[in-house]
C-alpha cells in the first residue's frame, strides 16, 4: 500500500453519510458498531443506530473516516479512555472487507500514532479478542505488547494492547 494514498479526515455528517454505505457494502454489524437486537445483517434498525453512533462520535474531533484515494474506507477513533493511563489515547479501528489486507491497517496505525503524539499523548491503548488474528498481527507488527485478560466469551480471551507513539 501506498501509505500517501491513506488519509484520516475528522468525521462530519457527509462522511458519515459515506461511511455508513461503505459499512454496508463492505462489512458486518458486528465488527463496526455495539450489537443491537434483531435478526442478522443490516436491518433498518441497525442503519439508524449506526448513524446516531456516529452522530455522536462525529461531535467530537477523536473520530476520523479512513480514506484510501478520496474514497471512504473504514472509520478510526483516537480517545481517552476511563481505563487507560492519563498518557494514553484508546485507538480502534475498522476497515471494509474488500480492503483489507493490503497494508491499510498499517498505514492507518502509522497515522493514529503520529496524531497521537501530537496530541500529547505517549502511548495508545487497544482492545482485541483472541480470534482476531489480523488485529493481533497489526498490532504485534507496529510493536504493541499484548496481555490476555480472561474472558467468557465465544471470541476468546480479551486482549489489551500498548503501543508507544514514538
Ligand atoms: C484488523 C483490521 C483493521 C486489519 O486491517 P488490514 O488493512 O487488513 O491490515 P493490514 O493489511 O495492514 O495487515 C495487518 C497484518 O494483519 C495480517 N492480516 C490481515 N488480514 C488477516 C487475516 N484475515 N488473517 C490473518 N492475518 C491477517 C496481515 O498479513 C498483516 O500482518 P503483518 O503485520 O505480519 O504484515 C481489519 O481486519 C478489520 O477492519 N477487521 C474488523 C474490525 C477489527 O477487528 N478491528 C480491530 C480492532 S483493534
Do not use: C
Amino acid at each position: 500500500m501506498d501509505n500517501a494514498r491513506v488519509q484520516l479526515r475528522r468525521l462530519d455528517e457527509d462522511l458519515t453519510a459515506a461511511l455508513l454505505d461503505a459499512a454496508v457494502a463492505d462489512a458486518d454489524p458486528a465488527e463496526v458498531m455495539p450489537a443491537v437486537p434483531g435478526p442478522p445483517g443490516w436491518t433498518a434498525d441497525r442503519r439508524a443506530a449506526f448513524l446516531a453512533f456516529h452522530h455522536e462520535w462525529a461531535a467530537t474531533p477523536t473520530t476520523y473516516a479512513i480514506l484510501v484515494a478520496d474514497r471512504v474506507v473504514g472509520a478510526a477513533r483516537l480517545q481517552p479512555a476511563p481505563e487507560a493511563p492519563d498518557d494514553a489515547l484508546e485507538a480502534g479501528l475498522w476497515i471494509g472487507r474488500s480492503h483489507r489486507g493490503q497494508g491499510i491497517g498499517h498505514a492507518v496505525v502509522a497515522l493514529l500514532r503520529a496524531e497521537a503524539k501530537s496530541q500529547g499523548a505517549t502511548r495508545i491503548v487497544a482492545s482485541t479478542t483472541e480470534t482476531n488474528t489480523a488485529a493481533q498481527r497489526l498490532l504485534t507488527t507496529a510493536g504493541a505488547d499484548l496481555h490476555h485478560r480472561p474472558t467468557p466469551d465465544p471470541n476468546g480471551d480479551t486482549i489489551k494492547a500498548t503501543l508507544d507513539v514514538d
